[in-house]
């Protein structure tokens, strides 16, 4: 059974930094390529980052690029999100996602739009809160 569980949530202030883990069991991450989403009270789901972790690849939206790192450790199957300079705008529920992909270079190199396409991952965790306020 596959099971994505986010943790590290919580509330910060702006300018700070938060941690968010993925505890990935069930799959194998190199097999897979792992993203981070969140969704916003009333708005749409939106891609944040991914990353390949066969490849050493990431990717991230343009809202947050410059200020969240997204890495992967294999021994403990978990991908981290670190979000720096937050903003008041990052806050959201966030969740990570994993997409079996065998080309990890053809999602890559390919159409950027996939990376972060919500359709394209068939694992969810449930989902964390992260709310940035003063």
């Known amino acids: 059974q596959v099971q994505l569980v986010e943790s590290g949530g919580g509330w910060e202030q702006p300018g700070s930094s938060l941690k968010l883990s993925c505890a990935v069991s069930?799959?194998?991450?190199?097999?897979?390529?792992i993203a981070w989403f969140r969704q916003a009270p009333g708005k749409e789901r939106e891609g944040v980052s991914c990353?390949?972790?066969?490849?050493?690849?990431?990717y991230y939206s343009d809202s947050v690029k410059g200020r969240f790192v997204v890495s992967a450790d294999d021994a403990s199957n978990t991908v981290y999100l670190e979000m720096g300079s937050l903003k008041p705008e990052d806050t959201a529920v966030y969740y990570c996602?994993?997409?079996?992909?065998?080309?990890?270079?053809?999602?890559?190199?390919?159409?950027?739009?996939?990376?972060?396409?919500?359709?394209?991952?068939?694992?969810w965790g449930q989902g964390i809160q992260v709310t940035v306020s003063s």
């Open positions: 996602a994993a997409a079996q992909v065998h080309y990890h270079a053809g999602w890559f190199d390919g159409p950027k739009g996939r990376l972060l396409d919500e359709f394209e991952y068939e694992y």
């Open positions: 069930g799959i194998v991450l190199d097999g897979y390529v």
């Open positions: 990353i390949s972790a066969i490849l050493g690849r990431t």
